[in-house]
Nanobody, 127 residues
Framework: EVQLQASGGGLVQAGGSLRLSCAVS????????MSWIRQAPGKEREVVSC????????YYADSVKGRFTISSDSAKNTVYLQMDSLKPEDTAVYYC????????????????????WGQGTQVTVSS
């Protein structure tokens, strides 16, 4: 059974930083994409960043480019999201997600493309 355990959310002032972690376990696919997807109140889900396990392709939404950094530790099967220069509009529940079935490389930018999801962690940025 594939499980994703996200952690690291919290309350931070605008301009501050947080690092999210997502531990992936039980996955048997050789290759997959790992992403962070967020959903703010009243808004649609948005793929914030995506990392391909095999080819290292990385995607960032325009709204976070230059401020967020995705990375992974293969030994720990963990993906991270370093979030700097946080803004109040970054407030959302952040989910880690994996696309594995039928994965053909690269990154996926539609939330509906993801097979497995973690439980979400709240990030709140105060002004």
């Amino acid at each position: 059974e594939v499980q994703l355990q996200a952690s690291g959310g919290g309350l931070v002032q605008a301009g501050g930083s947080l690092r999210l972690s997502c531990a992936v376990s039980g996955i048997t696919f050789d290759d997959y994409a790992m992403s962070w997807i967020r959903q703010a109140p009243g808004k649609e889900r948005e793929v914030v960043s995506c990392l391909s396990k095999s080819d290292g392709s990385i995607y960032y939404a325009d709204s976070v480019k230059g401020r967020f950094t995705i990375s992974s530790d293969s030994a720990k099967n963990t993906v991270y999201l370093q979030m700097d220069s946080l803004k109040p509009e970054d407030t959302a529940v952040y989910y880690c997600a994996v696309r594995a079935r039928g994965y053909g490389g690269g990154y996926y930018v539609r939330p509906n493309d993801y097979d497995y999801w973690g439980q979400g962690t709240q990030v709140t940025v105060s002004s």
